[in-house]
Nanobody, 128 residues
Framework: QVQVVESGGGLVQAGGSLRLSCTTS????????MGWFRQAPGKEREKVSC???????SYADSVKGRFTISRDNAKNTLYLQMNSLKPEDTAMYYC??????????????????????WGQGTQVTVSS
């Protein structure tokens, strides 16, 4: 059974930093593309960042230069370092995993396509 579990969310003032973590089990982590997504109340889910199984990263324009995605294959863990946080970053942040290497290889950008496994989310609130 695949599990995806996020942690690290919380309340932070504008300009502050947070680091989100995502651990997985039940799948081959090092073969998987991994992504972070977010959804604010009343809004559609938004792509944030992703990293494929070769370490290639992609970011939404809204977070470029402020967020950094990374992975530790030895620990089956994905990270999202978020700096210079803004109130508009407030959302539930979700981690997603996709071990379907052939499917993911079809897309040139790991932000494209659908992800197979999702976590329950961790709340990030940025106060002004």
């Amino acid at each position: 059974q695949v599990q995806v579990v996020e942690s690290g969310g919380g309340l932070v003032q504008a300009g502050g930093s947070l680091r989100l973590s995502c651990t997985t089990s039940g799948l081959t982590f090092h073969d998987s593309s991994m992504g972070w997504f977010r959804q604010a109340p009343g809004k559609e889910r938004e792509k944030v960042s992703c990293i494929n199984n070769s370490g290639r990263t992609s970011y939404a324009d809204s977070v470029k230069g402020r967020f950094t995605i990374s992975r530790d294959n030895a620990k089956n863990t994905l990270y999202l370092q978020m700096n210079s946080l803004k109130p508009e970053d407030t959302a539930m942040y979700y981690c997603a995993a996709d071990p379907r290497t052939a499917y993911r290889a079809y897309f040139g950008d790991c932000l494209s396509g659908e992800y197979k496994y999702w976590g329950q989310g961790t709340q990030v609130t940025v106060s002004s």
